[in-house]
């Protein structure tokens, strides 16, 4: 049972690239979320989706867009990458109703420069 | 507005109780308190939650007040591998307050 895994661990971008971060979980779960961490920060949710073909803004939309086409992926693209998006990025998955704990995923390190 | 309200940080010797306080003063009545806990460069982990009684598993208890504008979370035995950042999480399981908003959390440091 793998849980979340995020896809890639690690990406440096150059600004203005693009790119996307995959997310897939094994556990039939509902609800998926995008978060970003910075130092001090804590983590701000960037989009979340409570099932498949739906999404919906967190806290920190701008500059991202996210798809939900099979309830088992949640991918977040960057369309054209800055400096500010330089971040650490989770994923989690979480059952819809009670007994709703969150698993999250390992990360993932983005830098752009 | 922040829906809870968390110290930055507290130590605790190892082997003694931690307790972990969280303050939820507008918590409305179908919104549960999370604690979920993040050790350094990893991912959060789940810890515990609760609507109004007092629950115990087997990492955490977690101390609801009656009028549940506050709680406590109780690491009985603290060890070194429990230092961490902790986050204290109001939501609902379903509708408009069910997503996951962290905030700050509290640094716990558990010393030797």
């Known amino acids: 049972n793998a849980g979340v895994t995020q896809t890639p661990k690690f990406r440096v971008l150059k600004t203005g690239q693009s790119m996307t971060l995959l997310c897939a979980q094994d556990m039939n779960h509902e609800y998926m979320y995008w978060y970003r961490q910075d130092p001090g920060m804590g983590l701000r949710l960037i989009h979340y989706?409570?099932?498949?073909?739906?999404?919906a803004k967190g806290e920190v939309p701008d500059g991202y867009n996210v798809s939900r086409l099979k309830k088992q992926n949640f991918l977040l693209g960057l369309e054209s990458a800055a400096p500010s998006q330089t971040s650490v990025y989770f994923c989690a998955s979480s059952r819809g109703l009670s007994l709703t704990e969150a698993f999250f995923g390992q990360g993932t390190r983005l830098t752009v420069v | 507005d922040a829906k809870t309200t968390q110290p930055t940080s507290m130590d605790c010797a190892e082997g003694r109780a931690a307790n972990l306080p969280c303050n939820h003063s507008t918590i409305s009545g179908n919104e549960y308190v999370y604690w979920y806990r993040q050790i350094h460069s990893q991912g959060p982990q789940y810890i515990i939650h609760?609507?109004?009684n007092n629950e115990t598993n087997e990492m955490a208890s977690l101390i609801i007040t009656e009028d549940r504008k506050s709680s406590t979370l109780i690491l009985p035995h603290a060890t070194l591998r429990d230092t961490a950042v902790y986050y204290c999480i109001v939501r609902a399981h379903t509708g408009a307050n069910s997503k996951l908003t962290f905030g700050k959390g509290i640094t716990l440091s558990v010393r030797p």
């Open positions: 609760g609507l109004k």
């Open positions: 989706s409570v099932g498949e073909g739906t999404t």
